[in-house]
């Protein structure tokens, strides 16, 4: 597998699916409730799950009355989410590089750490832009990441998972730049196990709040959980942080 590509061939897989996504469904509702609890968005708001896998945030914010829109690069994934579309919903294969929908959206989410696997920084910057171009003046981006030094001081360096009769061998470690996760997949139905390394970026709220602000959004509010605890550089597991496009672009 190319540097550059990984993450195409790992997130149409189902087995990335199997590993990430069979977890407890009632914490990802619970951040949703928590996250429209804090926002206040009017009813009908037009909102872009950026990244959307296979919509099931996407989904939870139709149900709560909203007008949503979901693009992800995994056209597998976006061939399922397609089977939930409505009147309120809509899927598209998009890459986050790429424009979309100029000066459309009163709000923009990236939930569970869906950044930072883009090989040079300009493909960051151009993501980024993607989505503060894609919100009204005034709208809202969430970005959900990972807290880079707690992941630094609480990587578990090997682990094993058994999920529906197939094994995942994980191990974990980082260096100045980047996290890295090897996943070796042992399943009867291959020939032979697959192997995938993922590679995430180590963005500091730093980081963050330079790159926002190149692209005209401001950080206004930065928590550490899906609880909306305060954010504390040591002790939060996640770092979420909340934006405002401040100038039309």
């Known amino acids: 597998m190319t540097a550059t590509a990984w993450f195409k061939d790992w997130f149409n897989s189902p087995y990335y699916h199997q590993l990430y996504f069979k977890r407890d469904e009632t914490e990802a509702a619970a951040f949703i409730n928590k996250l429209i609890e804090h926002l206040k968005p009017e009813q009908g708001a037009e909102m872009l799950d950026v990244a959307c896998g296979k919509g099931r945030h996407s989904i939870r914010l139709t149900d709560k009355g909203f007008k949503v829109t979901g693009i992800d690069l995994s056209e597998d994934s976006i061939r399922e989410a397609k089977e939930n579309e409505s009147e309120n919903l809509e899927f598209f294969v998009h890459d986050m590089r790429l424009p979309f929908r100029i000066n459309y959206f009163d709000y923009a989410f990236n939930f569970f750490t869906s950044f930072g696997y883009f090989k040079t920084r300009r493909e ?38 058994q999920i529906d009769d197939v094994n995942y061998y994980i191990t974990k470690w980082f260096d100045e730049t980047h996290f890295y996760k090897k996943i070796v997949i042992e399943d009867e139905n291959l020939e032979e196990p697959l192997e995938y390394t993922e590679k995430v970026a180590k963005f500091s709220v730093e980081d963050f709040t330079e790159m926002f602000a190149y692209q005209g959004l401001q950080i206004q509010e930065v928590f550490g959980d899906y609880l909306f605890n305060d954010y504390d550089v040591k002790k939060s597991p996640r770092l979420i942080m909340i934006a405002r496009k401040v100038i039309s672009q």
């Open 124 to 161: 960051h910057d151009n993501a980024i832009r993607t989505i503060a171009q894609s919100l009204k003046p005034n709208g809202i981006f969430v970005m959900d990441y990972l807290n880079v030094h707690y992941a630094e001081d609480h990587l578990v360096h090997t682990s094993e998972k």
